[in-house]
């Protein structure tokens, strides 16, 4: 199989050059399958699989961006909450009344604080099937 990008679209073509669908994108930012409606016949195993496998290489630069978006979100919020932390800690002089469990150590309490994030986590997912 084979692509033709014509503007925001991809033609994909059969080994014989014939148009079985295209890669329209979608207002997600993703590109999707639509396949040629003036066609008949069925697929092969291996024929969704090479429309998936083109499909996924269109979509890879935006699922990328995406990641590298998110993954830099994370940073940013696990950055801001360490200054927090830190500002709490050192300036207010109330970080003991208000936190007597922590410890004073961000790395220390940050991997607390995730073993007991996980816990809740876990009793969220198991009352959500409960119903």
Request: no cysteine; net charge negative.
């Given at each position: 199989?084979?692509?033709?990008?014509?503007?925001?679209?991809y033609?994909?073509?059969?080994?014989?050059?014939?148009?079985?669908?295209?890669?329209?994108?979608?207002?997600d930012?993703?590109?999707?399958?639509?396949?040629?409606?003036?066609?008949?016949g069925c697929?092969?195993?291996?024929?969704?699989?090479?429309?998936?496998?083109?499909?996924?290489?269109?979509?890879?630069?935006?699922?990328?961006?995406?990641?590298?978006?998110?993954?830099?979100?994370?940073?940013?919020?696990?950055?801001?909450?360490?200054?927090?932390?830190?500002?709490?800690l050192?300036?207010?002089?109330?970080?003991?009344?208000?936190?007597p469990?922590?410890?004073?150590?961000?790395?220390?309490?940050?991997?607390r604080?995730?073993?007991?994030?996980?816990?809740?986590?876990?009793?969220?997912?198991?009352t959500?099937?409960d119903?």
């Open positions: 199989m084979k692509l033709e990008k014509l503007n925001e679209s033609f994909v073509f059969a080994d014989n050059n014939k148009e079985i669908g295209s890669f329209q994108l979608d207002i930012g993703s590109y999707y399958f639509w396949n040629n409606s003036e066609l008949t697929w092969t195993g291996n024929n969704l699989r090479e429309i998936a496998q083109l499909l996924d290489d269109v979509n890879e630069p935006f699922n990328k961006q995406v990641i590298d978006y998110f993954e830099l979100e994370k940073r940013n919020f696990e950055d801001q909450a360490r200054v927090e932390y830190r500002k709490l050192n300036e207010s002089g109330m970080f003991w009344e208000y936190y469990h922590l410890s004073g150590n961000w790395k220390v309490d940050k991997e604080w995730l073993i007991e994030y996980q816990k809740l986590e876990g009793l969220r997912n198991n959500e099937t119903f």
